[in-house]
């Protein structure tokens, strides 16, 4: 029975869900914004963007993530179903990439935070291409004995970087 398995088609997988859940949050969207409160059938539809992306295994966009209460469902809009705020809880507020922004649902309290001050950690791949060679290490500070036998410049020393 699942032999005759046909080959996976080409391009976005799940398109269909993707189209699913990007519908339902406009549709919910829409309906709140209309609205002005999340109606019921507005966090239906949302609780359904969630179930599909769940059931379907579809990855939501961190900004579709964001933007839904992760509680009670209700598409958060900033002045209308949800308040914003900016945190800081460093040391008389110093430290600007202390900056948190909290969203907080109208609904049931709920608040999200997201840092936004501080810059994100580099990949791992971004972080070790920026070092240098460990055999550029041994060169002492000065470097005159880079132009001692050899009247040309050797390449492989500038390359290594690049
Ligand atoms: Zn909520």
Redesign the pocket.
Same mark, same amino acid.
């Given at each position: 029975m699942a032999k005759d398995k046909q080959p996976k088609p080409k391009g976005v997988p799940n398109k269909h869900l993707h189209a699913r859940t990007t519908f339902l949050y406009q549709a919910a969207t829409y309906l709140t914004l209309r609205a002005g409160e999340p109606s019921g059938l507005a966090l239906q539809l949302a609780s359904d963007l969630h179930a599909v992306s769940r059931k379907g295994q579809v990855r939501l966009s961190s900004e579709l993530k964001r933007s839904v #209460?992760k +509680? #009670?469902y209700?598409v958060l809009i900033p002045g209308r179903t949800a308040t914003q705020t900016l945190e800081n809880e460093s040391k008389q507020g110093k430290k600007p990439w202390a900056d948190v922004l909290v969203l907080a649902?109208t609904? #049931?309290g +709920?608040k999200k935070r997201f840092p936004v001050g501080a810059k994100r950690p580099k990949k791992k791949s971004e972080r070790t291409c920026g070092l240098p060679a460990p055999r550029m290490s041994e060169k002492s500070s000065d470097g005159h004995h880079s132009a001692v036998s050899n009247s040309q410049p050797t390449p492989d020393q500038e390359s290594s970087l690049m």
């Open positions: #209460c +509680t #009670c209700a649902c609904v #049931c +709920t």
